[in-house]
């Protein structure tokens, strides 16, 4: 009576050109360069769409991730605001 066997599967990921990927990427806070982890679940990221002189959405965005720890000490308002008043100035 052995061990019933064992298979390991190796699980990866591969992107549209065939190549082997990464399965989690971490992402930073964009306003504290801190890493967010995946068990952050405060963590958000927040996409604000590009419109150009008429008011009309170009299909660009920015993308901005702020970490729980900033939410959760009731800062998240004022960090969004930062991030997007520089990225208007650069």
């Avoid at 599967?9 to 082997?20: D, R």
């Avoid at 299909?59 to 008043?85: H, M, N, P, V």
Wanted: hydrophobic residues 35%.
């Amino acid at each position: 009576q052995g061990r019933p066997e064992t298979t390991q599967f190796l699980t990866t990921m591969e992107n549209n050109a065939g190549q082997k990927v990464d399965l989690y990427v971490p992402r930073k806070c964009s306003y504290t360069n801190r890493l967010i982890e995946a068990q952050d679940n405060g963590s958000v990221q927040i996409n604000v769409g590009h419109v150009n002189a008429e008011g009309v959405y170009t299909g660009q965005y920015s993308a901005f991730a702020l970490c729980g720890f900033i939410r959760a000490e009731g800062k998240g308002d004022q960090a969004f605001a930062d991030l997007w008043t520089a990225k208007c100035r650069a």
